[in-house]
């Protein structure tokens, strides 16, 4: 299928249909089955984009099992991130044209051959970085920057403990983290997981199936900054872990969020514990991080101090296989799905 070439939403007359991975009800990752949509007409602060590639994310699983809707007005199509090519753009455009490959940070709808997206959580591609790769960058960047070095990070030299390592918002902390001059360290299951993230930046890579990630990160000197997606009985132990004055960030619980704590090491430590989820977050707001990522953190691609981190691509057909590798944590970085358009 050729692209569509509109300008405008009033000139994008085509309701030609598209491959989509719609969810059949909530469950396991076999509710996942190819279906089929109209293409969507982008809004007039929107583009449409012709996507190459899509990235498969923690969130997506959680949307799977029915315990994260899409905001209001979003597709509730899986895929919160893609690459590919500009083929329609908003009456109210400017910045973007008809045939540019980008990236994109959506609020859904990246499991498809099309989506709209709006115009300001568009990227251009880092310098030296495939299209496919790429869509690998916009859903761990944009959550990574904004919770750890937005607005002010911390000084170079600071002490960051990264929990999962080997997985996409890991290796993104990771390589941010390092490419900033923070002393990484990080948690992992394997002894390849660990070589792959020292090679990543991790200065000290935790094996926490045979090793106390407390008693180490301690013995360094504790941590300024603590990135968690476990939950569970992490809270308590990254309280010990975090040395005085120190931040503690949760994106995650996949341990659960239920938990009783001592919250007296908080008050005595003088501890920031925070968290959030990026696609509830403002439209401007997350402007505001598209634009730091790209005059801040694409420098770094550009001399290679942090790379893409694809594991695998599957087809978008096997969607359903790729959340099967993520949920039994096979893998180390990215996941993508293809959808056979080449750009």
């Not at 059949?24 to 809004?43: F, N, W, Y």
């Not at 315990?67 to 590919?84: F, Q, R």
């Not at 199936?209 to 992490?234: C, N, S």
């Amino acid at each position: 299928m050729s692209p569509t070439t509109s300008k405008t939403t009033s000139k994008t007359t085509s309701r030609a249909s598209m491959n989509v991975i719609e969810m059949q009800k909530a469950g396991t990752p076999d509710v996942l089955i190819t279906g089929s949509r109209e293409i969507p007409v982008p809004a007039d602060d929107e583009v449409l984009i012709k996507v190459v590639a899509a990235g498969v994310n923690g969130p997506d699983l959680v949307q799977r099992r029915g315990h994260y809707p899409p905001p209001k007005g979003a597709s509730d199509l899986l895929g919160l991130e893609v690459s590919g090519i500009i083929t329609a753009t908003g009456k109210a455009v400017s910045q973007w044209q008809i045939g540019e490959a980008v990236i994109a940070l959506t609020n859904g709808g990246g499991y498809a051959e099309y989506v709209s997206v709006k115009a300001d959580h568009v990227l251009s591609i880092p310098k030296g970085v495939s299209l496919i790769d790429a869509a690998g960058i916009p859903e761990t960047f944009f959550t990574v920057w904004s919770n750890v070095f937005h607005p002010t990070p911390r000084p170079s030299g600071s002490r960051f403990l990264v929990h999962g390592g080997a997985g996409g918002i890991g290796s993104t902390a990771i390589q941010l983290g390092a490419a900033m001059g923070y002393e990484v360290l990080t948690t992992v299951a394997h002894a390849d997981e660990a070589e792959w993230c020292k090679k990543l930046g991790a200065s000290q890579a935790i094996n926490y199936k045979d090793e106390d990630f407390v008693a180490m990160t301690r013995e360094a000197g504790g941590a300024d900054l603590i990135l968690d997606i476990i939950g569970g009985d992490y809270i308590a132990r990254n309280i010990k872990a975090a040395r005085a004055d120190g931040r503690i960030i949760q994106l995650a619980f996949n341990h659960g969020s239920k938990v009783e704590i001592d919250l007296m090491p908080v008050m005595l430590k003088r501890l920031t514990f925070t968290g959030s989820t990026l696609r509830s977050r403002p439209d401007a707001f997350k402007a505001l991080i598209a634009s730091e990522l790209e005059a801040k953190v694409w420098p770094f691609f550009a001399d290679k101090s942090i790379t893409t981190t694809t594991h695998v691509t599957m087809p978008l057909a096997e969607a359903a296989n790729a959340h099967h590798m993520m949920e039994a944590a096979s893998h180390k970085g990215k996941i993508l799905l293809l959808t056979g358009y080449e750009g």
